[in-house]
C-alpha cells in the first residue's frame, strides 16, 4: 500500500535527523572532552533524548513490516496454510497489549506534562517527549492492528501468507 510507505516516510527522516544528531553531540563532546578539555554540557541527556525519539520513530514501521527481532525456531516446520491464522493471531495479541503500552503512555505523557517535569541539567520538558512515544506507539498498534486484517484476508506479506505485494515491502 502505497499510503503506509508515505506514511512511514516522515518517521524515517526523523529517526534519520535524530541519529545524526547523536552522532554529531557524541563527536563534539570526545573531541571537546579530551582536546580541549571542555565537554558539552547536558551531552548525556541530549543523546538520551536523540536516541529515544530515533527508536520511537521507526517503531510503527518495523510493526508495519513486520521486522521484530524474533526466533523462528517452529518456523522450519510449520504447515505453511497455518502462517496466515497464526500471524493474524499473533499480531492481533501484539496490537492489544501495544494499545495497553500506548494507553498508560498517554497518562505518563499527561503526568509529566502537568507537574512541569524536565530534566535535570538541560531542564528540557520530558510531557513533549513522552507524546511523541505515545503517537509513535498509538501508530504501532495501528499497524499491529492492520496487520492482522491484512492476515485475516489472506493477504499478509510473509511467504505462505497470501500474495505480497512489492508496495507493502
Known sequence: ??????LARPADVIAAVMLLALSTVTVVDVVGRYVFRAPI???DELTVFFM???????FPRLCWREEH???DII???YPGRW????????NALAAAFMALVTWRMWFLAGRLAADGEVTMFLRLPKGPLVYFFFAMCAAATLALAANAVRYALGRGPLPGAGPAAPADR
Open 1 to 6: 500500500m502505497r499510503w503506509g510507505r508515505a
Open 69 to 71: 527481532i524474533c526466533v
Open 75 to 77: 518456523d522450519l516446520v
Open 52 to 58: 529515544a525519539i530515533g527508536v520511537y520513530a521507526v
Open 41 to 43: 554540557g547536558g551531552a
Open 83 to 90: 502462517i496466515a491464522p497464526r500471524q493474524a493471531a499473533l
